[in-house]
């Protein structure tokens, strides 16, 4: 008879804790810190973001309007001033707003409310077929060289300050002007002494 020959059964192998398991674990912690910050972009509104220029003297600038008129920060104190950046490639924010710029500029234009609209990274040709696409009679300017956009710290368009008579910016709306925020900032402005 044949003994039995007793064979030895391999011993279990445990995995290698090398570089491998080190990574296992380190792409997950890695992915927290990035899913944290887009949870923290996705929950704030991008219009909430403080203006450093807001109860800040407005900066003066000189520009020249579509029309050929000289347009002049500093001659317009005394008055309050709607500043709206925009550009005809801005859809459809701008196009939605348009309407109420000109609608609020007819309405309070005499009793001291200004629209100064000012067109930025955009074409002469462009910007004019948008102006009479919504018959636009408020002044409206080109700012060629984006010192007037920078000096504002405008990121996009469209963006609109609001500027009390004393050349002071008191608010900064970021997005397409409505209707009522419009007739708000206005309203409260006029009210207010120079």
Not at 162 to 177: E, L, N, Q, S, T
């Amino acid at each position: 008879m044949f003994s039995e020959i007793e064979t030895p059964h391999p011993e279990p192998r445990t995995p290698d804790p090398g570089p491998r398991t080190w990574w296992r674990w380190a792409i997950p912690f890695a992915v927290v810190p990035v899913l944290v910050l887009l949870a923290y972009g996705f929950s704030t509104d991008p219009r909430a973001i403080p203006s450093p220029l807001i109860g800040k003297p407005a900066p003066l600038f000189k520009l020249q309007s579509f029309d050929g008129n000289q347009i002049s920060l500093a001659e317009l104190r005394g008055k309050v001033v709607v500043l709206n950046f925009w550009a005809s490639w801005c859809y459809p924010a701008c196009y939605e707003e348009a309407p109420v710029l000109e609608g609020g500029w007819r309405e309070y234009e005499r009793r001291g409310a200004i629209v100064l609209g000012v067109d930025i990274q955009d074409t002469q040709e462009a910007a004019l077929k948008f102006i009479n696409r919504f018959t636009l009679t408020f002044p409206n300017a080109p700012d060629p060289t984006g010192k007037v956009s920078v000096e504002y710290g405008v990121y996009g368009v469209p963006e609109t300050f609001f500027i009390d008579r004393r050349g002071m910016i008191r608010k900064k709306h970021v997005g397409a002007v409505t209707e009522p925020v419009f007739r708000e900032w206005v309203e409260k402005l006029l009210k207010e002494d120079a």
